[in-house]
């Protein structure tokens, strides 16, 4: 009884070690199929990076949106790594394009196969660095009560194809077909009269802030508010809109007090008329998100004693910047950049100007869509697993 007792106890033992070397052995087989789906599902994301880059080299069914299975194959030795890949891309968005990846590891050593997803947002295309305190694509007079300035050698604090006159006060550098006036402090002039142009063609060459857009992987709206702010009014960033961004499809008249955390857009062919305060800032707590502070499809008019505008970051106004009534005591103060395609300052307007360059608001990289007629580049700018 005591050696059936003995070869009893034997057994169970050689049987639980049995076991629990298969279990070690299965786990380990999981594991090897979890580490080899994921790195199918990271290495879908850069093919897709790859052809989106050099979308000569991709194949035929790779056209967003679409859907495309992939196998990888090592060199040395010639074998196909275990597993394969399924990238689904989406339709461009705001020069992004959202791209789910999914891996699966294969079936052997008896393991089912494991899948692994990953979701990123790729944005394509050459930023455009904003590279001039004051750009305009028409002629501009620095008026006695402007100033334009920028520290940076390589940004001149004024750039047009056209002429520039100075009554005013420019420091650092200007690039025009002719100057005349004042010559700048501590900078050159620059005569090149095939210079292209420094702003963008027209309001229709500047990307459609007003659309929906894709903001970490998820799709958001910017807010529509009215024609007219006759109370005073603060906005920012909301969970629907965190990007802040804000417009109108046609003239906004703003006779109150408007602080905006974000962006204004006056769209349509719409003007903003200013006879209180307008005070825009960048998003604090979003500092890589790059978009422009105030953007105008027609004129900025600057309206009574002692109205004022205050922009941190781009500002774009297609037609330029006008006075109503007595304006003398108004004040326009930008830092950041000033692009006007037409008309630049108008002599209506009497009162100061003063516009400084920073380069920590002027890298946004889907402003000008003309900047975007090829891929040049590629980013991951959400990753999600």
């Known amino acids: 009884m005591l050696?059936?007792?003995?070869?009893?106890?034997?057994?169970?033992?050689?049987?639980?070690?049995?076991?629990?070397?298969?279990?070690?052995?299965?786990?380990?087989?999981?594991?090897?199929?979890?580490?080899?789906?994921?790195?199918?599902?990271?290495?879908?994301?850069?093919?897709?990076?790859?052809y989106l880059l050099n979308p000569g080299n991709a194949p035929a069914s790779f056209s967003p949106p679409c859907k495309v299975t992939a196998t990888f194959a090592t060199t040395q030795p010639a074998a196909t790594i275990p597993g394969s890949v399924?990238?689904?891309?989406?339709?461009?968005?705001?020069?992004?394009y959202s791209v789910v990846s999914t891996g699966s590891s294969d079936s052997s050593a008896g393991v089912n196969?494991?899948?692994?997803?990953?979701?990123a947002e790729i944005q394509v295309g050459?930023?455009?660095q904003i590279n001039q305190a004051g750009a305009f694509d028409s002629?501009?007079?620095?008026?006695?009560?402007?100033?334009?300035?920028?520290?940076?050698?390589?940004?001149?604090?004024?750039a047009s194809n056209n002429a520039v006159i100075n009554d005013g006060h420019i420091t650092g550098n200007v690039t025009a077909q002719t100057f005349s006036g004042t010559p700048p402090t501590n900078g050159s002039v620059t005569l090149a009269p095939a210079i292209s142009p420094p702003a963008p063609a027209s309001y229709q060459s500047v990307n459609d802030y007003t659309q929906p857009y894709v903001y970490q992987g998820t799709l958001y709206y910017p807010v529509l508010i009215g024609s007219s702010i006759s109370t005073a009014t603060s906005l920012g960033p909301t969970p629907g809109n965190p990007l802040g961004i804000y417009y109108t499809t046609g003239n906004l008249n703003v006779s109150k007090s408007l602080t905006i955390n974000g962006t204004l857009v006056v769209g349509g062919t719409g003007s903003l008329t200013n006879s209180s305060s307008i005070t825009i800032t960048p998003l604090?707590?979003?500092?890589?998100?790059?978009?422009?502070a105030l953007v105008v499809n027609n004129k900025l008019w600057m309206s009574g004693h002692s109205a004022s505008l205050n922009v941190t970051g781009v500002t774009y106004v297609a037609s330029g910047i006008w006075g109503i009534s007595t304006n003398s005591a108004t004040n326009v103060t930008i830092n950041g950049a000033l692009l006007i395609t037409s008309n630049a300052i108008a002599n209506t307007y009497t009162g100061t100007t003063s516009v400084t360059y920073n380069s920590t608001y002027t890298n946004i990289p889907n402003f000008d869509a003309s900047d975007w007629a090829?891929?040049?580049?590629?980013?991951?700018?959400?990753?999600?697993?």
């Open 3 to 50: 050696v059936l007792l003995v070869m009893a106890l034997a057994g169970i033992l050689a049987y639980a070690m049995l076991s629990a070397a298969a279990v070690q052995a299965t786990a380990g087989a999981n594991a090897a199929a979890a580490a080899t789906a994921r790195a199918q599902a990271e290495s879908g994301i850069h093919l897709a990076m790859y």
């Open 86 to 96: 399924t990238i689904q891309v989406g339709s461009l968005s705001n020069h992004c």
């Open 113 to 119: 196969p494991v899948m692994r997803t990953i979701t």
């Open 126 to 128: 050459s930023p455009l």
């Open 139 to 158: 002629p501009i007079t620095v008026g006695l009560n402007a100033t334009f300035s920028s520290p940076n050698p390589n940004a001149p604090a004024i």
């Open 284 to 292: 604090t707590s979003q500092p890589n998100t790059y978009l422009p």
């Open 374 to 385: 090829s891929n040049s580049s590629v980013k991951i700018i959400a990753w999600s697993e």
